[in-house]
């Protein structure tokens, strides 16, 4: 590893989590021994105080902020407050004790459901508040547009390198398996867990099947946020005069799937004999969220793990730590 970047002092925030965790070990991978984290019950986010002393004591040269209160459709409509006021305190807190103590680069995640309900498909940066939230996740939408909002703000008026990584749907290690919380792929992965231990004929699924979803791993995601630390520290010329022009930009692999293929897909890692049965009378969220990643394709990095491969290694990693 480059002396540069060997050298820096990194604080992921929210390294317990599914892309914390995959960040963490991902950077540890790459000889990187400087990473300071800390625990949910030690360092309260949504307190700007204790961010802003942590900061101040640890003095980190790059910030990661993998935090935040995700999930999928039904705890989006159900924890409407949570989803905006948590999530917003947490990035802003961030952001700003970032400022305050001289943070050099900042890494903010952000969603693809920022962008509009019915935005052209694949979904350019340049589509965002073009038109109307989808309902199912507007609180969390809202409050994702405040934390990249800010970066650019800041970015402007500053000249802080601040950016946001808006990915496509993640899944792998460490995802959260609650069927009534989680996303769509862990929800699959747990029900078809349970059908198959159960010997069910039938595993339910959420609505009609037919939205199309683009999912990533989040290995994929770690290997684009070093990518991008890497370079910016080496003062790359052709990924800084990106970032400049674009304080967000798309991550994801470029192809989708209906929630009924990833359903066939995921069954076939189980029983392929369990059926799929539809409930309509849930919400199926937008129609179609599929990502225009060509800025950082341009870049230079692209994906390598496949939805197939992914699945199945999320999947063995999920039996074996069940327990």
Not at 6 to 13: L, M, Q
Not at 184 to 200: D, E, H, Q, R, V
Not at 273 to 295: E, T
């Amino acid at each position: 590893m480059e002396k540069t970047l060997k050298n820096k002092k990194i604080f992921i925030a929210g390294h317990n989590g599914m892309v914390g965790s995959s960040v963490l070990r991902y950077f540890n991978n790459q000889g990187l021994n400087k990473i300071v984290t800390q625990s949910r019950k030690k360092l309260d986010l949504t307190n700007w105080n204790k961010v802003h002393k942590f900061l101040k004591k640890t003095k980190p040269d790059i910030v990661i902020n993998c935090a935040g209160k995700v999930g999928g459709i039904l705890a989006n409509s159900t924890y409407l407050k949570e989803f905006l006021l948590e999530n917003i305190y947490i990035q802003l807190n961030i952001i700003d004790a970032c400022f305050k103590n001289n943070v050099k680069t900042l890494i903010n995640l952000g969603s693809s459901c920022i962008y509009p309900r019915k935005a052209k498909q694949p979904i350019k940066e340049s589509y965002l508040l073009s038109g109307k939230l989808e309902p199912t996740n507007e609180a969390y939408a809202i409050a994702k547009i405040v934390g990249l909002k800010s970066c650019e703000f800041y970015n402007k008026q500053f000249r802080t390198s601040y950016f946001t990584l808006m990915p496509c749907n993640l899944y792998g290690p460490n995802d959260n398996f609650n069927i009534k919380k989680s996303h769509f792929i862990p929800g699959l992965i747990k029900k078809f867990y349970l059908a198959n231990l159960k010997n069910m004929k039938n595993v339910e699924i959420w609505g009609s099947g037919r939205p199309k979803r683009e999912i990533m791993h989040v290995d994929d995601l770690a290997s684009a946020i070093f990518f991008i630390i890497k370079r910016v520290e080496e003062k790359n010329k052709r990924v800084l005069d990106a970032l400049k022009k674009n304080s967000f930009i798309n991550i994801g692999i470029a192809k989708d799937y209906t929630i009924k293929q990833f359903a066939k897909m995921i069954g076939k890692l189980f029983n392929e004999k369990i059926n799929l049965k539809f409930n309509k009378s849930y919400p199926d969220g937008m129609p179609q969220k599929l990502l225009d990643s060509s800025i950082i394709y341009s870049m230079g990095w692209k994906p390598i793990i496949s939805a197939e491969e992914g699945l199945r290694k999320t999947v063995e990693w999920y039996k074996k730590n069940i327990k």
